[in-house]
């Protein structure tokens, strides 16, 4: 025990400390986190200079970025020494992982290349999903950037393109590329996909499978990859062509096209005609038409609805009658292909038409191609005690590759039915028969030549990517039309939630903020003639009266009371007869500034310069480049005169060259 004269602050705490240490070699690998973390608190308690750990500073940003309000409310208890959110803005905003500095072709895939260092050798293999996002078309000005602008287009973007890579052995999945766009064309959605695989190759990733929907857009991207523009099931890699590029159509989206289909059709009973699939021992016969009918399932929910038992349990009326905006629900698609639905059809007795009720639940039961291509989980077939929701292999007698070739024959039978209602549409048909014809042949490929034990071919959806669609959307205030600077900000503290916990030292240590623009404006060439400055005689008052705000704000951060009155001139000598005070003049009530000839020069060559970036020629690279505050700034002070009578400013009277260019650049760059 410590003595009395010895029992001071920095001895109890070293006391204490000793005793962490002898806690810490007693106890499991899992608790001395906890014990690390309580010896840090301690030393944080007597340190004259705060320096957190990294995993304090992980676990910091990480909580800030998930809820700034919980991360307030937890420093303000005191129970906790954290840093300060000045701090954590720091170290955030200093990681370069924005979607917006990806746009460029220097830092293009820059953050899946950073991931890319973390990742394992088994988790390289991945699929490529794309979709698009609407969004509420809107420029805004934040940060001293433009953001909204379309990449192909002089106006806002409508929707974004969104590129997602998941690997097919782990749980990494990372959103790629973003891409705001306007009515985007075929050959420049292939031209992008192009970009995106050979960029992915080159960082070391293996894309074997790009997966998106039926849309007509990425149908024709797909067919740009051979010469013939065809739809196939498997193309040639564009980074390699000894290797195969699989084309997946989203299984979930096609499972909502058959029942939106089956919906739609327009004869009595809303009925499907299929030919017979026999699922004891998959066999097709041809000669044999039965009838689907929707009308059936709405009978059994109507007759079961009043009842508390019931067969086919599940069934709601928004699943049998759903809306337009619930028709993108898959859930309510389950209700509806249900093994307890068929089979309350099948076991429905004095029914008037009860062929066509047991033709029906064959239907449903066909549709076991959703339990196949459904699996995300090794163990899913074991616990339902389900042979086809086990993983895929290629063992000759997998039950599931044997159902998936005869469900290519079923399709290719119906296909040459050639009704005019009663069946699936070219689109979803040939759409389905693809999918299913490349999932047969991404298995053999991923077990033959990779050597996997089995694939997930749930997988190889789309999911992944319409959740971060709702994390997005949730993130930002629960809206639907989110904009372009909401889904970047948004997709970017996602990413710092990823990427934080695999930080090192090293790697926070090494953070250093930098100006993503320092020789932005050499891209652009800008100057004012004197035409130019012509032009805006006319808008004088509005300038005299913007220039005043302009020098009213530098005045805040130019303390030195001689670089103030560079700015403004004096109500008595101010002229207000002038065409450039006369709004300004109209307006005082004692509190306008009136600004100096400087700021009106430094405000008119402003205008100059930002009217020729938005021309048709310069305004798509103005808009779509990052911290556009920055490259006006820089072409503005590159075609100003040097205004040789600024008085040089007492604090840099040197008599040098460089100091007075020093200060004239530091007068007219807080303008």
Not at 66 to 77: D, M, N, Q
Not at 264 to 289: D, I, M
Request: charged share 20%; hydrophobic share 40%; with cysteine.
């Amino acid at each position: 025990m410590l003595s009395e004269e010895r029992c001071t602050y920095r001895h109890l705490a070293q006391a204490i400390h000793s005793l962490l240490d002898k806690l810490k070699a007693s106890i499991d690998e899992v608790k001395k986190e906890t014990v690390n973390f309580m010896k840090e608190q301690l030393l944080l308690l007597s340190a004259k200079r705060i320096q957190y750990s990294t995993q304090v500073m992980v676990f910091a940003c990480i909580l800030r970025t998930i809820s700034p309000h919980a991360y307030k409310f937890l420093r303000s208890t005191g129970a906790l020494t954290l840093p300060h959110p000045s701090t954590i803005r720091n170290v955030c905003s200093s990681i370069q992982i924005c979607p917006q500095v990806d746009s460029s072709d220097d830092t293009f895939l820059q953050y899946v290349s950073q991931r890319f260092k973390h990742l394992q050798a088994h988790e390289h293999t991945v699929t490529l999903m794309l979709d698009e996002i609407h969004i509420k078309p809107c420029l805004d000005y934040k940060g001293r950037n433009i953001c909204g602008a379309a990449v192909n287009s002089n106006e806002a973007a409508t929707s974004v393109l969104v590129f997602m890579i998941q690997s097919l052995l782990s749980a990494f999945k990372e959103v790629a590329h973003i891409l705001p766009v306007k009515t985007l064309q075929g050959e420049d959605l292939h031209c992008m996909l192009k970009k995106v695989i050979l960029g992915l190759e080159e960082i070391g990733y293996r894309v074997i499978a790009v997966v998106c929907d039926n849309n007509s857009l990425n149908r024709k991207a797909m067919k740009m990859f051979l010469p013939e523009k065809k739809l196939i099931p498997v193309y040639l890699r564009p980074a390699d062509p000894d290797r195969p590029l699989f084309y997946v159509v989203d299984a979930v989206h096609l499972f909502k096209c058959i029942r939106n289909n089956w919906l739609n059709q327009k004869n009595a009973g809303t009925c499907f005609f299929y030919t017979r699939f026999e699922l004891s021992n998959n066999e097709v016969h041809p000669e044999c038409k039965m009838t689907a009918s929707f009308k059936h399932l709405r009978d059994l929910h109507k007759e079961e609805s009043p009842l508390l038992l019931k067969s086919g349990y599940g069934l709601t009326s928004k699943a049998l009658n759903p809306s337009s905006f619930e028709r993108q629900d898959v859930k309510l698609v389950l209700q509806v292909f249900n093994p307890h639905v068929a089979e309350a059809l099948a076991a429905r007795k004095g029914h008037t038409d009860v062929q066509h009720a047991t033709a029906t639940a064959e239907f449903i039961k066909i549709l076991r191609w959703w339990s196949i291509v459904n699996v995300k989980t090794p163990s899913k077939g074991f616990h339902h005690r389900n042979v086809y929701e086990e993983p895929m292999s290629n063992h000759t007698d997998d039950p599931k590759a044997s159902f998936l070739s005869a469900f290519i024959t079923w399709l290719d039978v119906w296909e040459f039915y050639r009704h005019d209602t009663g069946v699936l549409t070219q689109e979803t048909l040939s759409a389905l028969r693809l999918s299913a014809q490349s999932l047969l042949a991404l298995v053999k490929y991923c077990v033959s030549e990779l050597h996997f034990k089995y694939i997930l071919l749930g997988k190889v959806q789309m999911d992944p990517l319409e959740s971060r669609f709702g994390q997005y959307r949730q993130m930002a205030g629960g809206q639907y039309h989110i904009s372009v600077r909401q889904l970047c900000e948004t997709e970017g503290r996602i990413r710092l939630q990823n990427a934080l916990p695999s930080m090192s030292n090293d790697d926070l240590r090494g953070i250093e903020e930098t100006d993503s623009v320092r020789d932005a404006g050499t891209s652009f060439s800008v100057h004012a003639s004197d035409a130019d400055l012509d032009e805006l005689r006319a808008q004088m008052p509005v300038i005299g009266y913007v220039g005043g705000y302009c020098a009213h704000a530098a005045m805040k951060v130019l303390k030195c009371e001689s670089c103030q009155r560079q700015l403004v001139v004096t109500g008595n000598t101010a002229e207000t007869g002038e065409d450039t005070h006369l709004l300004i003049a109209q307006l005082d009530r004692g509190g306008l500034k009136f600004p100096s000839a400087l700021v009106i020069a430094v405000v008119m060559y402003t205008e100059v310069v930002v009217r020729k970036l938005m021309t048709e020629s310069t305004s798509t690279q103005f808009l779509h480049g990052p911290n556009q505050k920055n490259v006006v700034r820089q072409l503005t002070l590159d075609s100003l005169p040097r205004l040789e009578d600024i008085d040089t400013c007492e604090r840099v009277k040197t008599g040098t060259p460089t100091s007075s260019s020093s200060h004239w650049l530091q007068t007219v760059q807080q303008i």
